[in-house]
């Protein structure tokens, strides 16, 4: 009876430890099937599925860095517990880490070398990383060993997306759709790739299958917005994009698409209204501020751009790209002088040296179509902000 509960539960937990969307139960089933693997000579299992299972727990309340903290230790205190460099990879690919996921799913692949979640996600983090060919090595075989896996044959399709082999990610996509359960991503990637193909008309009817499957699919939202705009369908293409920042609030694509529509339908007062909303949602989206002051430019509303602009600066004033807008709409403005010493803010707090060098051109172009008493005064504001700097240096 022991024998056959053990083995029920290691294959409860190989299916579901392997997916990112379960958490609980993979806190619950993982430790219980853990707790009944060998450990190996040396190692402390006991601390090793302390440190695991705190882990899982950390990685379900979105703590990142905790979570890789404790997946590291039960690691280091007993190398060979299964699941742990698995977890660990998951959570770093989440956060981008790639090479460092990378590394963990290799590793975990020595103790498990059939691990089909790790392949997977090795696959995908490959691809991700900028080794796609590699990916596409790496899934080819997963798929050929367990041609029933979804996920794998997706992971498959996004490899040979950035292998620009289209032609066989919808191949793979449509082996994904045919296996259970009908995910609304798979339908979307497809429509992607039918859309790269030149094939609208059935990436359109991808996305809507997406959406019917997920309203909360903003990507599927967006991307049939995008063929509706193409298409010269503003109307529907605004109510796409409506439907993908109900999806996700926080969707720029969304807010930038309801835009775009807007402005094509003549409707330029609710585009700003879209704007403006899309700012006090993201005061700190660079991109959110500077579509606000643009659409306010060309109402002729010079005074709430430059509101906009100085907001910007007010909100992070160690931020070189608000200097920059600002110097941009005191420019537009006839304020050559403040342009100017925005400029010179902005030179200060860019440290790579492309933003340096475009701010510098800029400074030069100003000073060269400036006056003689603006560029008097420039020079003056610049040798009094190099006092003030050296002043408070030595403070």
């Known amino acids: 009876m022991q024998r056959r509960t053990g083995a029920a539960v290691t294959m409860i937990a190989a299916a579901l430890v392997h997916s990112r969307r379960r958490p609980i139960a993979v806190a619950i089933v993982t430790a219980c099937w853990l707790a009944t693997v060998a450990t190996t000579p040396g190692g402390d299992r006991a601390k090793a599925l302390a440190a695991y299972r705190d882990g899982l727990r950390f990685e379900q309340e979105h703590r990142a860095s905790a979570a890789i903290s404790a997946y590291a230790a039960a690691a280091a205190a007993d190398s060979t517990l299964p699941e742990t460099q698995y977890r660990m990879g998951v959570v770093l690919a989440g956060v981008d880490r790639l090479r460092e996921a990378i590394v963990a799913f290799r590793r975990e692949l020595k103790v498990q070398p059939g691990h089909a979640g790790a392949r997977r996600e090795l696959g995908q983090a490959l691809a991700r990383s900028g080794s796609p060919k590699e990916a596409v090595t790496v899934l080819e075989a997963l798929t050929a060993d367990r041609d029933d896996d979804d996920q794998a044959w997706q992971a498959l399709a996004f490899a040979y997306s950035l292998e620009s082999r289209p032609p066989d990610a919808e191949q793979a996509l449509r082996r994904a759709i045919e296996l259970p359960p009908d995910r609304a991503s798979e339908h979307r990637d497809l429509g992607v790739v039918l859309t790269t193909l030149g094939r609208d008309a059935e990436a359109r009817e991808e996305y809507r299958a997406a959406i019917a499957l997920d309203e909360t699919d903003a990507g599927a939202w967006v991307n049939l917005g995008n063929l509706e705009r193409r298409a010269g369908r503003f109307e529907d293409a605004l109510a796409a994009y409506q439907g993908a920042e109900a999806a996700d609030s926080t969707s720029a694509l969304a807010m930038q698409g309801q835009m775009q529509a807007l402005e094509s339908l003549g409707r330029r007062d609710e585009s700003l209204s879209v704007a403006l909303r899309w700012l006090r949602q993201r ?64 030179d200060r707090l860019f440290t790579d040296p492309i933003n340096r ?39």
């Open 283 to 346: 005061p700190d989206d660079h991109n959110a501020r500077v579509q606000a002051i643009r659409i306010l430019q060309e109402a002729g509303r010079d005074e709430d751009a430059l509101q906009v602009a100085r907001n910007g600066v007010r909100r992070n004033p160690r931020s070189g790209d608000a200097r920059v807008v600002l110097s941009t709409v005191l420019a537009s403005q006839g304020d050559t002088r403040g342009a100017l010493r925005e400029l010179r803010a902005a």
């Open 357 to 395: 060098g475009f701010v510098r051109n800029l400074k030069t172009v100003r000073l060269a179509a400036a006056s003689d008493s603006i560029r008097a005064l420039a020079t003056a504001d610049s040798l009094a902000e190099e006092a003030q700097i050296r002043e408070a240096q030595q403070r």
